[in-house]
Structures are given as structure tokens and as C-alpha cells.
């Protein structure tokens, strides 16, 4: 093959790749609090771990389970079934701690049970509803994949403390 053929593939090469470039893509963590999925962005993820031993601190909300100790640094634990009005259940072997992380605002959440890394497109995320005021802040929005709905949640709001 001669420079100028192998220059002519490489330039039909390159411009195939600019055409196929995906739309605007979110990579998302799925997991379940109660029989709702949700979701945050992965690169928000720091880590997910099993639940481990927490310390309760004194005259902080009810969903505010504690402080926890993950190799030397501590962070706080939020019980997402409390934050979302939903009845506790005992701790079970689909448990898990998911730690989030925004700037350098980090805490850990416990969720039921991780379900799967997901790629959504953007144009599979429909804006938060008019009529959940309140919690219109948390959440994104709305994630249609296939046959089920994720609700994205913003990761600033959720570690925004109030405590």
C-alpha cells in the first residue's frame, strides 16, 4: 500500500469516528431503596461497600444513622428508607453502603440492593415532574430504560447536609 492510500484511509477512517460519536451519554449507578430504583452519575461513586460497624451521633435526624470509619477516614451514613419516608427494614445480605462524592462533600448512603452500572442517553431523561415540588431539587430526572423507570438523583442536593 502506498502513503497516499494509506493517508486516504486513515482521513475516511477519522471521519467515520466523528460521525458515530454517541449523543450526550450518562453513566449511572442504579440501586433500590424500597421498591423505587434510583440512581446517581458513576464518577460520583467513590465506593460500594457492605454495611460495616457505625457510631450514632447525638442530635442529629433520624436518617442520619451515624459516622462510619472507612480505612481511617470518617464519614457520615444516611439511611435513604429514612430520608424517604419509607419503613425500616432489618439489615440483609443485599445491603450496602454506597459512598458518594461531590467537591469534597463525601458521606456514605445505605441503599437495599445495588442493581447495575447503566449508559442512558440524555434524551431518555425526562425532566423532573412539575408536581413533586419539594423534592424537585433531589432529583434530575427521570430515566426511561427499556421496560422500567430510574429516578436520577442530583448528588449535590443529596449531601447538601441539614444536620
Known amino acids: ?69 472507612l480505612r481511617g477516614n470518617i464519614y457520615p451514613l444516611i439511611n435513604l428508607r429514612a430520608k424517604f419516608n419509607l419503613p425500616t427494614i432489618k439489615q440483609n445480605k443485599d445491603m450496602r453502603y454506597i459512598v458518594i462524592k461531590h467537591n469534597d462533600e463525601v458521606a456514605g448512603f445505605v441503599i437495599d440492593k445495588l442493581t447495575e452500572a447503566v449508559k442512558i442517553s440524555e434524551k431518555d431523561i425526562e425532566p423532573t415532574p412539575e408536581t413533586l415540588n419539594e423534592d424537585a431539587n433531589l432529583i434530575y430526572g427521570i430515566g426511561k430504560q427499556k421496560d422500567r423507570l430510574i429516578t436520577i438523583l442530583k448528588v449535590e442536593y443529596l449531601l447538601k447536609r441539614a444536620f
Open 1 to 69: 500500500m502506498n502513503d497516499d492510500k494509506i493517508k486516504e484511509l486513515f482521513r475516511t477512517q477519522n471521519h467515520r469516528e466523528i460521525e458515530s460519536e454517541p449523543e450526550d451519554i450518562l453513566q449511572i449507578v442504579g440501586f433500590l431503596v424500597g421498591s423505587e430504583e434510583f440512581a446517581v452519575p458513576i464518577l460520583n461513586v467513590q465506593e460500594i461497600v457492605r454495611p460495616i460497624e457505625y457510631t450514632r451521633v447525638p442530635g442529629t435526624p433520624e436518617y442520619v444513622l451515624g459516622v462510619f470509619n
